[in-house]
């Protein structure tokens, strides 16, 4: 081949490469924030898959969770937002904020503080409060919940404590027992004040920012009928129905991946 058909060969191998850059979809700066009883070891599965598909992600470890050594007096409403905060500050951009469970509590109340920082919401078997509701509200409201009646009080400490004979139960029917010992071996007490904690939330705010739910028909944490109650009052950008029990990024992290994936598309 001489030398001018090399470089026009190259040049078209440039220009092709460079027309597929840009008809690619550019990554979003996804954050993801764990629930009551898990830490950010929880969601890892599902964080590593979006990366493989692309997508630029971190993970919240919330105060007095995981490895995080915070005592149980720091554990507010308030200090898991912080820590929100400085994740999506972090990324420089605004974000794809998914809460699991508990987090649906703190990323709302995230977005009522900087809405602009947020591109999506998205309710992962969440909480999805109105305003002046806590966690502790809908959960009175949920009868078909497992949750309460496994929950043990230690009002001294200030926590809440599953036993170990019914954490299968209350948030991973379907998770294998290796699945099952991850549970276990990171298992702490939840503190209880920010479960206690009510949001402040403005239609102008919170109310402005585009939310999606993924629901969960085996929950018998936060029940399938209270996922859509709490849907049913806010309008969604989009939904995913997942046929797994509250912990899907455990027992199926692929349909989560999956669904995170086509709701942020």
Same mark, same amino acid.
């Given at each position: 081949?001489?030398?001018?058909?090399?470089?026009?060969?190259?040049?078209?191998?440039?220009?092709?490469?460079?027309?597929?850059?840009?008809?690619?979809?550019?990554? $979003?700066?996804?954050?993801?924030?764990?629930?009551?009883?898990?830490?950010?070891?929880?969601?890892?599965?599902?964080?590593?898959?979006?990366?493989?598909?692309?997508?630029?992600?971190?993970?919240?470890?919330?105060?007095?969770?995981?490895?995080?050594?915070?005592?149980?007096?720091?554990?507010?409403?308030?200090?898991?937002?912080?820590?929100?905060?400085?994740?999506?500050?972090?990324?420089?951009?605004?974000?794809?904020?998914?809460?699991? +469970?508990?987090?649906?509590?703190?990323?709302?109340?995230?977005? $009522?503080?900087?809405?602009?920082?947020?591109?999506?919401?998205?309710?992962?078997?969440?909480?999805?409060?109105?305003?002046?509701?806590?966690?502790?509200?809908?959960?009175?409201?949920?009868?078909? +919940?497992?949750?309460?009646?496994?929950?043990?009080?230690?009002?001294?400490?200030?926590?809440?404590?599953?036993?170990?004979?019914?954490?299968?139960?209350?948030?991973?029917?379907?998770?294998?027992?290796?699945?099952?010992? +991850?549970?276990?071996?990171?298992?702490?007490?939840?503190?209880?004040?920010?479960?206690?904690?009510?949001?402040?939330?403005?239609?102008?705010?919170?109310?402005?920012?585009?939310?999606?739910?993924?629901?969960?028909?085996?929950?018998?944490?936060?029940?399938?009928?209270?996922?859509?109650?709490?849907?049913?009052?806010?309008?969604?950008?989009?939904?995913?129905?997942?046929?797994?029990?509250?912990?899907?990024?455990?027992?199926?992290? +692929?349909?989560?991946?999956?669904?995170?994936?086509?709701?942020?598309?």
């Amino acid at each position: 081949m001489s030398t001018m058909n090399r470089m026009v060969t190259r040049k078209w191998v440039v220009l092709a490469a460079l027309g597929a850059f840009a008809g690619c979809t550019p990554p $979003e700066r996804v954050v993801l924030v764990h629930g009551a009883w898990m830490g950010a070891w929880a969601l890892e599965p599902v964080a590593d898959q979006l990366r493989q598909q692309g997508q630029k992600v971190s993970v919240v470890e919330l105060p007095t969770h995981g490895q995080d050594q915070t005592p149980v007096s720091g554990a507010t409403l308030d200090a898991y937002v912080n820590k929100v905060g400085e994740a999506v500050d972090a990324e420089g951009q605004p974000v794809v904020l998914v809460g699991h +469970s508990m987090a649906g509590m703190v990323i709302s109340q995230y977005a $009522e503080r900087a809405p602009a920082k947020v591109k999506l919401l998205v309710y992962l078997a969440a909480y999805l409060p109105a305003n002046g509701q806590s966690l502790q509200d809908l959960a009175y409201t949920d009868a078909d +919940s497992h949750l309460g009646p496994a929950l043990v009080v230690d009002a001294e400490h200030g926590t809440g404590a599953i036993p170990q004979d019914k954490l299968q139960d209350v948030f991973c029917a379907d998770c294998t027992a290796a699945e099952m010992t +991850s549970i276990q071996s990171n298992y702490r007490d939840e503190p209880l004040a920010p479960i206690g904690t009510p949001v402040q939330l403005s239609d102008a705010a919170w109310g402005s920012v585009p939310k999606a739910y993924v629901f969960t028909t085996g929950d018998h944490a936060v029940s399938y009928g209270l996922q859509q109650t709490m849907a049913a009052k806010v309008t969604l950008a989009g939904s995913e129905t997942l046929d797994t029990s509250h912990s899907p990024f455990l027992s199926a992290p +692929s349909q989560v991946t999956g669904a995170v994936q086509r709701l942020i598309r």
